[in-house]
């Protein structure tokens, strides 16, 4: 959901766009919207303005903002469940398996933001361009 009001953003090139706009393009409630928007202020990705003028738009260019970022500023901060319970450690499997599912989540997430980061709002809105053909800034 943050990528597409993300790119929504982008693509209406600098233009403050309210949440409830967000929302229907989303097709969810604005208020899910306003939530969401806090966390992408607080990443430093978006501004928002109230009042006369009110909504959104990017902090940066969209060739300066990869998906990496998008994922750190909204998701969970331990991205895989890890047991709640502490296994058994008189078992030879339960007193190593934290530390080997650790280092294995630890590997997958940094291979995911490395990928991520290989991804910017522009090469969306390219794309977005290219499938759809949109030109318009509805």
Known sequence: MAV???TVLAYKEGDRVPSSKLAASVNTNPVIIRRLLLDLQAARLIETTKGAGAGSRLNRAPGRINLAEVYEAVEAR????RPTRKPNENCPVGQCMQKVLGNIFESAETALKADLRKTTLASLMAAIHEICGCDDKR
Do not use: Q, R, S, T
């Open 4 to 6: 597409h009001v993300l």
């Open 78 to 81: 331990i991205p895989f469940a």
